[in-house]
């Protein structure tokens, strides 16, 4: 079976790796772990394609015990109980090195099967996941693991990577290999963060160069074909996309169109409209409220209208709304009102309804005429002082005037009525 081209390259020293200075660079707490020799339990997290598999494999060289590798896309409790079987045998007489890709996948009691040698210090566990790990891997495995983050490489350390795998390339080609200027600095960027996927675009490259004048010539045009779209990093329902919508969320809330379409952007291109559209929908009431009433309705009509065109007509009003809601006046008196409300409800602040505020049954007995409910219609200016808060809340405020000119004007209004509370 032929080897992937981006492990082939895979770098075999910590000053080879790319990115991840933060863990790795002269002094970091993670590098000094490995040049000691660290029998360590950790738990790397990060992205497809930043390191996280190239680590594992330095630390393994460095310890005494048999490397083991499992995926828990694949691997059963049967799988993790062969590689137990082993402790203590002639084929793994200093303890195992179990490195266990994409643990998220594996349940709580495959998970807890490692504990009791996690304990003895017969297996030392790497594991990586490509999720927050705080809320896929079993809260007592991680309490005897330290954690590291591993976040997406910036294009000019992936071109590093790039250039590494075109001159290996140039080696071993058996014709003169050249690539056009800008080529490496275009893949780097194409990867989105993702070396791997840039590295191995490079294989591509080269696996479709056509001979000609007697060498091979990579070219940016080639390049754009085979990276379509290779810089998404989307994933409908694991952290990416739920890191996508709170930046489209809070992009809205903080007033900035250009951030709010970039976002938006990353959802269009994944071909997901439900999220963003929820999205416009909650912000249009969360962050903007009364300062722009009229924004819920405009944003609905085109989040509707977005779902009936579909894709790619929908990017329209989707964008048409983004931009409405982020340059539009903010307020959340919405949002803070209601939840003081609620809050009072789930802590049981409640009381009965005034009496004159209940429900008017058919009966014959005249309880409506007892109840003394004053009509605010017939009053001047449709208003008349009258309890409508149950006796335990009286006096309480939930809602607070916002700042903005349509909150003040009602404000200003209803002063004038029933002056200063």
Known sequence: ????????????????????AHLLAPGAVLRRLIEHGTETNMVFYGPSGTGKTTVANIIAKRTQKALRRLNATTASLQDVKEVLSEVGTLTAPGG???????????????????LEFMENGQITLIASTTENPYFYVYGALLSRSAVFEFKSVPPEETKKAVLRALELEKARSALPLEWEAGLPDYLALSGGGDVRKAVSAVELLLEAA??????????????????????????????ASYDDASALMKSLRGSDPDAALHYLARFLEAGDLITPCRRLLCSASEDIGLAYPQAAAIVNACVDTATRLGLPEARLPLAQAAILLATAPKSNSVVEAIDKAMKDVRQGRTGDVP???????ADTSGFDNQQHYKY????????????????ALQGTRYYEWGDNRTEQAAKAYWEGIYGKR
């Open 376 to 391: 605010p219609h017939s009053y001047p200016r449709h208003w008349v002082e009258q309890q409508y808060l149950p006796d």
């Open 210 to 239: 056509l001979p000609a004048d007697g060498r091979l010539f990579l070219t940016r045009a080639d390049a754009e074909q085979i990276t379509v779209k290779s810089a998404m990093r989307y994933d409908r329902g694991g952290d």
């Open 1 to 20: 079976m032929r080897q992937p081209f981006a492990d082939a390259i895979r770098p075999e020293t910590l000053d080879d790796v790319v990115g991840q």
């Open 355 to 361: 009496r004159h505020l209940q429900n008017v049954h």
């Open 96 to 114: 195992v090195l179990l490195y266990l890709d994409e643990i998220q996948y594996f349940n709580k009691k495959q998970q807890q099967s490692l």
